[in-house]
Protein backbone atom coordinates (compact mmCIF):
# COMPACT_ATOMS: atom_id res chain seq x y z
CA UNK A 1 0.00 0.00 0.00
CA UNK A 2 1.47 3.59 -0.96
CA UNK A 3 -0.02 6.24 1.00
CA UNK A 4 1.65 8.98 -0.82
CA UNK A 5 4.56 9.16 -3.43
CA UNK A 6 8.16 8.62 -1.61
CA UNK A 7 6.07 6.61 1.40
CA UNK A 8 5.97 3.09 1.16
CA UNK A 9 3.67 0.98 4.08
CA UNK A 10 5.26 -2.41 4.26
CA UNK A 11 2.25 -4.21 4.79
CA UNK A 12 0.12 -5.06 8.40
CA UNK A 13 2.97 -6.37 10.22
CA UNK A 14 4.95 -3.30 10.02
CA UNK A 15 2.50 -0.21 10.03
CA UNK A 16 4.81 1.13 12.57
CA UNK A 17 7.64 1.18 9.45
CA UNK A 18 7.05 3.57 6.21
CA UNK A 19 9.60 3.96 3.51
CA UNK A 20 10.66 7.52 2.14
CA UNK A 21 13.04 9.24 -0.46
CA UNK A 22 12.75 12.74 1.06
CA UNK A 23 16.21 12.72 1.58
CA UNK A 24 17.79 11.90 -1.63
CA UNK A 25 14.59 14.51 -3.28
CA UNK A 26 15.70 17.30 -1.11
CA UNK A 27 19.75 16.52 -2.17
CA UNK A 28 19.35 16.20 -5.62
CA UNK A 29 17.42 19.80 -6.32
CA UNK A 30 19.60 22.38 -8.38
CA UNK A 31 19.77 25.55 -6.41
CA UNK A 32 16.80 27.38 -7.20
CA UNK A 33 14.73 30.67 -5.75
CA UNK A 34 13.47 28.25 -3.15
CA UNK A 35 16.69 28.05 -1.54
CA UNK A 36 17.84 31.52 -2.13
CA UNK A 37 14.08 32.38 0.20
CA UNK A 38 15.22 29.77 2.57
CA UNK A 39 18.63 31.32 2.87
CA UNK A 40 17.51 35.01 3.07
CA UNK A 41 14.13 34.31 5.24
CA UNK A 42 15.77 32.48 8.08
CA UNK A 43 19.73 33.40 7.42
CA UNK A 44 18.65 36.91 8.43
CA UNK A 45 18.98 35.86 11.73
CA UNK A 46 22.47 35.85 11.68
CA UNK A 47 22.36 39.41 9.92
CA UNK A 48 19.90 40.34 13.10
CA UNK A 49 22.68 39.25 15.72
CA UNK A 50 25.43 41.02 14.32
CA UNK A 51 23.85 43.96 14.50
CA UNK A 52 22.77 43.57 18.07
CA UNK A 53 25.87 42.86 19.08
CA UNK A 54 28.31 45.33 17.23
CA UNK A 55 25.01 47.82 18.36
CA UNK A 56 25.85 46.65 22.13
CA UNK A 57 30.24 47.20 21.63
CA UNK A 58 29.55 50.08 18.76
CA UNK A 59 27.24 52.05 21.72
CA UNK A 60 29.19 50.61 24.30
CA UNK A 61 31.03 54.42 25.29
CA UNK A 62 28.07 56.14 24.59
CA UNK A 63 25.86 53.56 27.17
CA UNK A 64 28.99 54.53 29.43
CA UNK A 65 28.07 57.93 29.11
CA UNK A 66 24.35 58.31 28.72
CA UNK A 67 23.15 60.94 31.41
CA UNK A 68 20.12 58.27 32.08
CA UNK A 69 22.24 55.09 32.63
CA UNK A 70 25.95 55.92 33.09
CA UNK A 71 26.66 52.06 33.05
CA UNK A 72 30.65 51.48 34.12
CA UNK A 73 32.14 49.43 32.16
CA UNK A 74 31.86 46.03 34.37
CA UNK A 75 27.91 46.98 34.19
CA UNK A 76 28.31 47.08 30.84
CA UNK A 77 30.30 43.76 30.52
CA UNK A 78 27.93 42.40 32.81
CA UNK A 79 25.35 43.39 30.29
CA UNK A 80 27.00 41.42 27.51
CA UNK A 81 27.25 38.36 29.82
CA UNK A 82 23.48 38.52 30.46
CA UNK A 83 22.76 38.94 26.18
CA UNK A 84 24.68 35.64 26.53
CA UNK A 85 23.22 33.85 29.10
CA UNK A 86 19.95 34.74 27.89
CA UNK A 87 20.80 33.17 24.26
CA UNK A 88 22.39 29.87 26.50
CA UNK A 89 18.22 29.67 28.29
CA UNK A 90 16.66 30.66 25.25
CA UNK A 91 18.57 28.32 22.77
CA UNK A 92 18.36 25.28 25.01
CA UNK A 93 14.07 25.95 26.01
CA UNK A 94 13.62 26.71 22.22
CA UNK A 95 15.83 23.93 21.15
CA UNK A 96 14.10 21.33 22.25
CA UNK A 97 10.41 22.82 21.23
CA UNK A 98 12.25 23.02 17.68
CA UNK A 99 12.63 19.16 17.84
CA UNK A 100 9.15 18.49 19.04
CA UNK A 101 6.69 20.77 17.49
CA UNK A 102 8.32 21.72 14.12
CA UNK A 103 11.13 23.92 12.91
CA UNK A 104 8.18 26.49 11.21
CA UNK A 105 6.22 27.21 14.06
CA UNK A 106 10.03 28.24 16.61
CA UNK A 107 10.88 30.66 13.72
CA UNK A 108 7.63 33.10 14.62
CA UNK A 109 8.10 32.23 18.47
CA UNK A 110 11.77 33.25 19.02
CA UNK A 111 11.78 35.76 15.88
CA UNK A 112 8.41 37.68 18.26
CA UNK A 113 10.64 37.66 21.04
CA UNK A 114 13.33 39.25 19.84
CA UNK A 115 11.38 41.67 18.47
CA UNK A 116 9.60 42.53 21.51
CA UNK A 117 12.88 42.60 24.21
CA UNK A 118 15.15 44.81 21.75
CA UNK A 119 12.67 47.86 21.47
CA UNK A 120 12.49 47.46 25.47
CA UNK A 121 16.32 47.48 25.32
CA UNK A 122 15.92 50.93 24.06
CA UNK A 123 13.66 52.11 26.54
CA UNK A 124 14.96 50.40 29.41
CA UNK A 125 15.35 53.05 32.38
CA UNK A 126 18.61 51.29 34.34
CA UNK A 127 21.57 49.17 34.59
CA UNK A 128 19.03 46.33 35.83
CA UNK A 129 16.30 46.73 33.23
CA UNK A 130 19.45 47.37 30.61
CA UNK A 131 20.58 43.87 31.52
CA UNK A 132 17.19 42.16 31.81
CA UNK A 133 16.08 43.20 28.23
CA UNK A 134 19.67 42.44 26.76
CA UNK A 135 19.06 38.98 28.33
CA UNK A 136 15.53 38.32 26.68
CA UNK A 137 17.16 39.91 23.43
CA UNK A 138 19.69 37.03 23.61
CA UNK A 139 17.26 34.42 23.98
CA UNK A 140 15.30 35.01 21.26
CA UNK A 141 18.66 34.55 19.38
CA UNK A 142 19.83 31.63 21.15
CA UNK A 143 16.51 29.86 20.16
CA UNK A 144 16.89 31.31 16.48
CA UNK A 145 20.17 29.82 16.12
CA UNK A 146 18.42 25.93 16.88
CA UNK A 147 15.71 26.51 15.20
CA UNK A 148 17.19 28.31 11.90
CA UNK A 149 20.53 26.23 11.42
CA UNK A 150 18.72 23.15 11.60
CA UNK A 151 16.33 23.55 8.94
CA UNK A 152 19.01 25.59 6.83
CA UNK A 153 21.67 22.46 6.81
CA UNK A 154 18.18 19.92 6.32
CA UNK A 155 16.51 21.68 3.17
CA UNK A 156 20.35 22.72 1.44
CA UNK A 157 21.70 20.28 -0.71
CA UNK A 158 24.29 18.12 0.39
CA UNK A 159 26.66 18.87 -2.01
CA UNK A 160 26.39 22.86 -0.91
CA UNK A 161 25.56 22.04 2.15
CA UNK A 162 29.00 23.38 3.83
CA UNK A 163 29.30 26.91 2.06
CA UNK A 164 26.07 27.96 2.39
CA UNK A 165 26.09 26.93 6.06
CA UNK A 166 29.08 28.84 6.50
CA UNK A 167 28.32 31.82 4.34
CA UNK A 168 24.82 32.38 6.12
CA UNK A 169 26.17 32.14 9.45
CA UNK A 170 28.87 34.51 8.12
CA UNK A 171 26.29 36.76 7.42
CA UNK A 172 26.41 38.29 11.33
CA UNK A 173 29.19 39.92 10.36
CA UNK A 174 26.86 42.06 7.56
CA UNK A 175 24.79 42.75 10.37
CA UNK A 176 27.82 44.17 12.64
CA UNK A 177 28.63 46.31 8.91
CA UNK A 178 25.12 47.93 9.31
CA UNK A 179 25.10 48.13 12.97
CA UNK A 180 28.69 49.94 12.70
CA UNK A 181 27.34 52.11 10.15
CA UNK A 182 24.27 53.11 11.78
CA UNK A 183 26.23 53.96 14.98
CA UNK A 184 27.97 56.56 12.88
CA UNK A 185 24.50 58.36 12.42
CA UNK A 186 23.28 57.63 15.78
CA UNK A 187 25.94 58.85 17.72
CA UNK A 188 26.83 61.94 15.78
CA UNK A 189 25.75 65.19 18.11
CA UNK A 190 25.34 66.87 14.84
CA UNK A 191 22.61 64.39 13.75
CA UNK A 192 21.30 63.17 16.88
CA UNK A 193 21.41 63.68 20.66
CA UNK A 194 23.36 60.48 21.56
CA UNK A 195 20.82 59.72 24.08
CA UNK A 196 18.25 59.68 21.84
CA UNK A 197 20.64 57.83 19.37
CA UNK A 198 21.80 55.13 21.40
CA UNK A 199 18.21 54.04 22.13
CA UNK A 200 16.79 54.27 19.10
CA UNK A 201 19.08 52.06 17.38
CA UNK A 202 18.06 49.05 19.71
CA UNK A 203 14.32 50.23 18.86
CA UNK A 204 15.08 49.78 15.30
CA UNK A 205 16.81 46.60 15.33
CA UNK A 206 13.56 45.11 16.74
CA UNK A 207 11.18 46.88 14.18
CA UNK A 208 13.27 45.39 11.35
CA UNK A 209 11.73 41.93 12.60
CA UNK A 210 8.54 42.85 11.05
CA UNK A 211 10.20 42.64 7.79
CA UNK A 212 11.11 39.47 8.75
CA UNK A 213 8.22 37.98 10.00
CA UNK A 214 6.66 38.68 6.91
CA UNK A 215 9.31 36.81 4.52
CA UNK A 216 9.07 33.84 6.39
CA UNK A 217 5.44 32.96 5.95
CA UNK A 218 5.95 31.66 2.57
CA UNK A 219 8.18 29.39 4.08
CA UNK A 220 7.50 25.65 4.33
CA UNK A 221 7.58 22.88 7.65
CA UNK A 222 11.04 20.85 7.04
CA UNK A 223 10.08 17.72 5.46
CA UNK A 224 12.62 16.02 7.15
CA UNK A 225 11.30 16.80 10.22
CA UNK A 226 7.82 15.67 8.87
CA UNK A 227 9.73 12.54 7.56
CA UNK A 228 11.07 11.54 11.19
CA UNK A 229 7.89 12.33 13.02
CA UNK A 230 6.02 9.60 11.22
CA UNK A 231 4.16 12.16 8.89
CA UNK A 232 5.33 10.52 5.54
CA UNK A 233 2.09 11.82 3.65
CA UNK A 234 2.94 15.14 4.59
CA UNK A 235 6.36 15.30 3.97
CA UNK A 236 5.35 14.05 0.58
CA UNK A 237 3.01 16.59 -0.50
CA UNK A 238 5.47 19.44 0.79
CA UNK A 239 8.33 18.00 -1.34
CA UNK A 240 5.98 18.00 -3.98
CA UNK A 241 5.59 21.54 -3.76
CA UNK A 242 9.13 22.65 -3.30
CA UNK A 243 9.72 20.73 -6.30
CA UNK A 244 7.22 22.15 -8.23
CA UNK A 245 8.60 25.40 -7.55
CA UNK A 246 11.80 24.19 -8.40
CA UNK A 247 10.88 22.82 -11.82
CA UNK A 248 8.73 25.93 -12.57
CA UNK A 249 11.92 28.07 -12.11
CA UNK A 250 13.79 25.89 -14.58
CA UNK A 251 11.41 26.46 -17.05
CA UNK A 252 9.78 22.86 -17.12
CA UNK A 253 13.01 21.14 -17.22
CA UNK A 254 13.09 17.94 -15.43
CA UNK A 255 14.77 17.49 -11.88
CA UNK A 256 17.96 14.88 -12.16
CA UNK A 257 16.93 11.83 -9.60
CA UNK A 258 17.67 11.42 -6.24
CA UNK A 259 20.98 11.19 -5.32
CA UNK A 260 20.71 8.21 -2.91
CA UNK A 261 17.93 5.35 -2.43
CA UNK A 262 15.55 5.63 0.23
CA UNK A 263 15.56 4.92 3.90
CA UNK A 264 13.05 2.54 6.07
CA UNK A 265 11.62 4.55 8.91
CA UNK A 266 9.87 3.62 12.26
CA UNK A 267 7.18 5.78 13.06
CA UNK A 268 7.66 8.10 16.04
CA UNK A 269 6.51 11.30 17.93
CA UNK A 270 9.16 12.60 19.39
CA UNK A 271 12.16 12.00 21.23
CA UNK A 272 13.14 11.52 24.58
CA UNK A 273 15.70 13.42 26.62
CA UNK A 274 17.45 10.22 27.51
CA UNK A 275 18.03 9.13 23.94
CA UNK A 276 19.42 12.66 23.46
CA UNK A 277 21.97 11.25 26.03
CA UNK A 278 22.60 8.21 24.74
CA UNK A 279 23.18 9.29 21.13
CA UNK A 280 26.00 12.17 23.06
CA UNK A 281 27.56 10.38 25.50
CA UNK A 282 27.34 6.53 24.24
CA UNK A 283 27.20 6.43 20.36
CA UNK A 284 29.35 9.53 19.50
CA UNK A 285 31.06 10.39 22.36
CA UNK A 286 34.27 11.85 20.10
CA UNK A 287 31.69 13.97 17.87
CA UNK A 288 30.57 15.40 21.63
CA UNK A 289 33.94 16.43 22.97
CA UNK A 290 34.58 18.11 19.52
CA UNK A 291 31.43 20.20 19.46
CA UNK A 292 32.36 21.60 23.05
CA UNK A 293 35.38 21.92 22.62
CA UNK A 294 35.16 24.58 19.04
CA UNK A 295 31.93 25.79 20.54
CA UNK A 296 33.40 27.04 23.83
CA UNK A 297 36.88 28.36 22.06
CA UNK A 298 35.29 30.51 19.44
CA UNK A 299 32.60 31.82 21.55
CA UNK A 300 34.85 33.43 23.96
CA UNK A 301 36.90 34.62 21.75
CA UNK A 302 34.75 36.58 19.55
CA UNK A 303 31.78 37.57 22.67
CA UNK A 304 35.25 38.69 24.46
CA UNK A 305 36.64 40.72 21.83
CA UNK A 306 33.21 41.68 20.10
CA UNK A 307 32.04 43.09 22.89
CA UNK A 308 34.57 44.71 24.39
CA UNK A 309 36.76 46.53 21.13
CA UNK A 310 34.49 50.01 21.28
CA UNK A 311 35.67 50.32 25.09
CA UNK A 312 39.51 49.37 24.08
CA UNK A 313 39.47 51.60 21.28
CA UNK A 314 38.15 54.61 23.67
CA UNK A 315 40.29 54.12 26.90
CA UNK A 316 43.52 53.16 25.05
CA UNK A 317 43.75 54.69 22.06
CA UNK A 318 41.34 57.78 22.94
CA UNK A 319 38.77 57.29 20.05
CA UNK A 320 35.68 59.53 20.82
CA UNK A 321 32.64 57.10 21.16
CA UNK A 322 30.85 58.63 17.95
CA UNK A 323 33.79 57.62 15.67
CA UNK A 324 33.87 54.05 16.66
CA UNK A 325 31.91 52.71 14.00
CA UNK A 326 34.42 53.34 11.38
CA UNK A 327 36.98 51.11 13.08
CA UNK A 328 34.59 48.42 13.58
CA UNK A 329 33.45 48.45 10.40
CA UNK A 330 36.23 46.78 8.17
CA UNK A 331 36.67 44.35 11.13
CA UNK A 332 32.97 43.57 10.11
CA UNK A 333 33.75 43.31 6.44
CA UNK A 334 36.90 41.34 6.81
CA UNK A 335 34.65 38.95 9.41
CA UNK A 336 31.72 39.20 6.30
CA UNK A 337 34.62 37.96 3.59
CA UNK A 338 36.09 34.95 5.61
CA UNK A 339 32.94 32.49 5.23
CA UNK A 340 32.09 33.61 1.78
CA UNK A 341 35.57 33.11 0.67
CA UNK A 342 37.08 30.33 2.46
CA UNK A 343 33.28 28.34 2.59
CA UNK A 344 33.84 26.25 -0.72
CA UNK A 345 37.06 24.89 0.77
CA UNK A 346 34.90 22.98 3.24
CA UNK A 347 32.94 21.34 0.40
CA UNK A 348 36.04 20.62 -1.62
CA UNK A 349 39.03 20.13 0.68
CA UNK A 350 37.19 18.82 3.03
CA UNK A 351 35.48 19.66 7.06
CA UNK A 352 38.42 18.25 8.91
CA UNK A 353 41.55 20.25 7.48
CA UNK A 354 39.98 22.92 6.87
CA UNK A 355 38.20 23.48 10.10
CA UNK A 356 42.11 22.40 12.02
CA UNK A 357 43.65 25.42 9.55
CA UNK A 358 40.90 27.83 10.51
CA UNK A 359 41.05 27.64 13.72
CA UNK A 360 45.02 27.30 14.47
CA UNK A 361 45.53 30.67 11.78
CA UNK A 362 43.33 32.59 13.83
CA UNK A 363 45.13 31.42 17.20
CA UNK A 364 48.29 32.06 16.18
CA UNK A 365 47.58 35.10 14.17
CA UNK A 366 45.92 36.41 17.54
CA UNK A 367 48.52 35.74 19.57
CA UNK A 368 50.86 37.92 17.83
CA UNK A 369 48.58 40.69 17.60
CA UNK A 370 48.12 40.41 21.62
CA UNK A 371 52.01 41.06 21.96
CA UNK A 372 52.27 43.73 19.97
CA UNK A 373 49.26 45.32 21.83
CA UNK A 374 50.73 44.54 24.67
CA UNK A 375 54.03 46.05 23.83
CA UNK A 376 52.35 49.37 22.56
CA UNK A 377 53.22 49.09 19.22
CA UNK A 378 50.23 49.13 17.41
CA UNK A 379 48.32 52.39 16.56
CA UNK A 380 44.06 51.90 16.62
CA UNK A 381 44.09 51.61 12.87
CA UNK A 382 46.91 49.48 12.91
CA UNK A 383 45.28 47.26 15.49
CA UNK A 384 41.61 47.29 13.50
CA UNK A 385 43.99 45.74 10.63
CA UNK A 386 45.18 43.12 12.59
CA UNK A 387 42.00 42.55 13.97
CA UNK A 388 40.68 42.08 10.31
CA UNK A 389 42.94 39.75 9.18
CA UNK A 390 42.70 37.05 12.36
CA UNK A 391 39.32 37.28 11.84
CA UNK A 392 38.63 36.56 8.64
CA UNK A 393 40.06 33.35 9.44
CA UNK A 394 38.11 33.39 12.90
CA UNK A 395 34.49 34.18 11.23
CA UNK A 396 34.97 31.03 9.14
CA UNK A 397 36.12 28.54 12.15
CA UNK A 398 33.14 29.94 14.24
CA UNK A 399 31.14 29.32 11.22
CA UNK A 400 32.40 25.51 10.94
CA UNK A 401 31.39 24.83 14.59
CA UNK A 402 27.64 25.24 13.85
CA UNK A 403 28.13 23.23 10.84
CA UNK A 404 30.03 20.64 12.76
CA UNK A 405 27.42 20.38 15.53
CA UNK A 406 24.65 19.90 12.97
CA UNK A 407 26.09 17.46 10.67
CA UNK A 408 27.40 15.34 13.71
CA UNK A 409 24.28 13.70 15.30
CA UNK A 410 21.15 12.08 14.34
CA UNK A 411 18.33 13.82 12.81
CA UNK A 412 16.02 13.45 15.48
CA UNK A 413 18.18 15.70 17.82
CA UNK A 414 19.85 17.99 15.16
CA UNK A 415 17.77 21.12 17.02
CA UNK A 416 18.21 20.39 20.30
CA UNK A 417 22.11 19.09 19.81
CA UNK A 418 22.80 22.61 18.04
CA UNK A 419 21.14 24.57 21.10
CA UNK A 420 23.23 22.25 23.53
CA UNK A 421 26.23 22.85 22.04
CA UNK A 422 25.91 26.65 21.41
CA UNK A 423 24.31 26.59 25.09
CA UNK A 424 27.69 24.69 26.72
CA UNK A 425 29.54 26.71 24.43
CA UNK A 426 28.45 29.65 25.05
CA UNK A 427 28.46 29.07 28.98
CA UNK A 428 32.14 28.35 29.41
CA UNK A 429 33.85 30.50 26.66
CA UNK A 430 31.30 33.11 26.01
CA UNK A 431 29.60 34.51 29.36
CA UNK A 432 32.56 34.50 31.21
CA UNK A 433 34.59 36.22 28.41
CA UNK A 434 32.73 40.22 28.23
CA UNK A 435 32.61 40.50 32.03
CA UNK A 436 36.05 39.50 32.10
CA UNK A 437 37.47 41.76 29.83
CA UNK A 438 35.03 44.53 30.97
CA UNK A 439 36.77 44.16 34.17
CA UNK A 440 40.23 44.05 32.43
CA UNK A 441 39.86 47.00 30.66
CA UNK A 442 38.30 49.12 33.57
CA UNK A 443 41.56 47.96 35.36
CA UNK A 444 43.55 50.22 32.71
CA UNK A 445 46.29 47.41 32.29
CA UNK A 446 47.46 47.58 28.66
CA UNK A 447 48.87 43.99 29.94
CA UNK A 448 46.24 42.59 31.70
CA UNK A 449 44.25 43.11 28.48
CA UNK A 450 47.10 41.33 26.56
CA UNK A 451 46.68 38.43 28.43
CA UNK A 452 43.40 38.26 27.76
CA UNK A 453 43.76 38.13 24.07
CA UNK A 454 46.61 35.67 24.63
CA UNK A 455 44.06 33.21 26.42
CA UNK A 456 41.83 33.82 23.81
CA UNK A 457 44.61 32.64 21.34
CA UNK A 458 45.30 29.77 23.39
CA UNK A 459 41.97 28.70 23.24
CA UNK A 460 41.60 28.98 19.58
CA UNK A 461 44.63 26.87 19.11
CA UNK A 462 43.31 23.87 21.36
CA UNK A 463 40.53 23.97 18.78
CA UNK A 464 42.72 23.62 16.10
CA UNK A 465 44.27 20.58 17.81
CA UNK A 466 41.12 18.77 18.56
CA UNK A 467 39.55 19.27 14.88
CA UNK A 468 42.00 17.48 13.66
CA UNK A 469 42.15 14.39 16.14
CA UNK A 470 38.58 14.14 16.67
CA UNK A 471 37.18 15.81 13.28
CA UNK A 472 34.99 13.50 10.58
CA UNK A 473 33.99 13.55 7.01
CA UNK A 474 31.15 15.43 6.04
CA UNK A 475 31.66 16.96 3.04
CA UNK A 476 29.19 16.16 0.01
CA UNK A 477 27.00 13.71 2.29
CA UNK A 478 23.63 13.27 2.91
CA UNK A 479 22.91 14.18 6.76
CA UNK A 480 21.64 10.44 6.96
CA UNK A 481 25.12 9.26 5.81
CA UNK A 482 26.81 11.37 8.00
CA UNK A 483 24.84 9.82 11.23
CA UNK A 484 22.03 7.17 10.94
CA UNK A 485 18.72 8.60 11.96
CA UNK A 486 17.49 6.61 15.42
CA UNK A 487 14.40 6.04 13.74
CA UNK A 488 16.00 4.31 10.53
CA UNK A 489 15.59 0.30 10.53
CA UNK A 490 18.75 -1.56 8.78
CA UNK A 491 18.12 -2.79 6.21
CA UNK A 492 17.91 -6.87 5.71
Known sequence: MRDARGATGRGAGAADHFETDIPGRLDRLPWSRFHWRVVIALGVTWVLDGLEVTLAGSLAAA??????????????????????????????????A????GRRRLFFATLLLYMVASVATGLSWNAWSFALFRGLTGAGIGGEYAAVNSAIQELIPARLRGRIDLAVNGTFWAGAAIGAGASLVLLDPAVIDPEIGWRAAFVIGGLLGVVVLLMRRALPESPRWLMLHGRPGAADRVMQAIEHSVVAGRGGAALPPPTHGPLTMRRRRHTELREVAHAMLRLHPRRTVLGVTLMACQAFCYNALGFTYALVLTT???????????????????????????????????RRPMIALTYGLSGLLMA????????????AWQQ???????????????????????????????????????AFGTAIGGIAGPALFGALIEGGSRGGVAAGYGLAAALMLLGAVVAWRLGFAAEGRALEAVTRPLSAVPRD
Open 368 to 379: LTALAFGAGLLS
Open 63 to 96: IHESPSLGLTPTQIGLAASAYLLGAVLGALGFGW
Open 98 to 101: TDRF
Open 384 to 422: TACWTVVFFFASAAASSAYLTVGEAFPLEIRAVAIALFF
Open 316 to 350: FYGVASREVGWFMLPFALGNLCGPLVLGPLFDSIG
